[in-house]
């Protein structure tokens, strides 16, 4: 038997999660993210507000997201799971989000990674866009700009399975 459904986006992630409570449905679950992938994006920034803002409007455009308060805590989350986009704030405690540019990219080299920070130096934007960052954003940030930018870093299927990203 096959159901359709027509679901938007943002309302895939909590209908999968409920379809994901029974065995038997396991195998659509799967199918459906495959057919239909979900894009993930951490965010990793050492301020609660812009964590949550973050989160709040991606999940709106169909994104799984998840969030961390500091670079040590967002390498343990690459190093465990796969993520599609990394969105880092430059300066937070302990490792700071330039520290951590790269030792992601060591385990990660495609990983796109957009930076965001409330340090206006040239210094510190020569100094991480050097690390090969993806998009670089000084705060307060344009939210619609940051959802057409991580739309361009999303990777697309080549022809020949290889990845490639979409350029700005």
């Known amino acids: 038997m096959n159901v359709v459904f027509n679901i938007k986006g943002s309302q895939l992630r909590g209908v999968l999660e409920v379809l994901a409570g029974t065995a038997r449905i396991v195998d659509i679950v799967i199918n459906i993210k495959e057919e239909y992938k979900i894009f993930s994006v951490l965010v990793a920034d050492d301020n609660e507000s812009i964590r949550g803002l973050l989160r709040e409007e991606l999940a709106k455009e169909g994104y799984e997201v998840e969030t961390v308060e500091s670079g040590a805590m967002a390498i343990k989350k690459i190093l465990k799971q796969t993520v599609d986009v990394l969105i880092l704030d430059i300066h937070m405690a302990g490792i700071s989000g330039i520290d951590a540019i790269p030792v992601i990219k060591k385990a990660r080299p495609y990983l796109p990674i957009i930076t965001i920070t ?38 697309e299927e080549a022809s020949k399975g290889e990845q490639t990203f979409k350029s700005l």
């Open 118 to 155: 409330g340090d206006t130096s040239v210094e510190t934007e020569r100094k991480v866009r050097a690390q090969g960052i993806f998009y670089y954003f000084v705060k307060p940030f344009d939210l619609e700009e940051m959802k057409k930018v991580i739309k361009t870093a999303l990777p």
